[in-house]
């Protein structure tokens, strides 16, 4: 093989057909073989086309990267505005429900207890009245929803 032939088979690169996405986790398994060659090129070996041509496919690998990055953060920050309108909503629910439980609660005490003290006239009348008002709260409090 002739001195340019060498040169010429040297220079080419084989062609990628892999379109998926960028993963960190192997590109730092692939390339570990470069991780113990120097960083730094000469001007020399900056004008090289090989070299030329592989910083150009980096380049172009780095882009299509930050392409697909971008796109997941713009989902990202919109699931994470969603997840934060859904945490106040379940925070909404969650007292409303304790208003509810403590109101019947608390009513149906109330009712429970004016029997026992139905002797005593008015303050039997005033707790089973207020009960009713409590038990009548917490339904309307799940009924309607916020």
Known sequence: MSGAAAKDQADVEPQSTNDEPFEASKSSQQRKSFSKLRRE???????????QR????EIERLEKVTVDLSFFKDEFHK???NCGVLEERFKVKISVELIHFASLSAGAALLGFAPS????????TVLAIVGALLVVVGIIAKVVKP
């Open 117 to 124: 003290i139905w002797a005593n006239q008015p303050t039997a």
């Open 54 to 57: 592989l910083l150009i496919d």
């Open 79 to 81: 699931a994470d505005k």
């Open 41 to 51: 090129l000469s001007d020399e070996e900056l004008l090289s086309p090989a070299v």
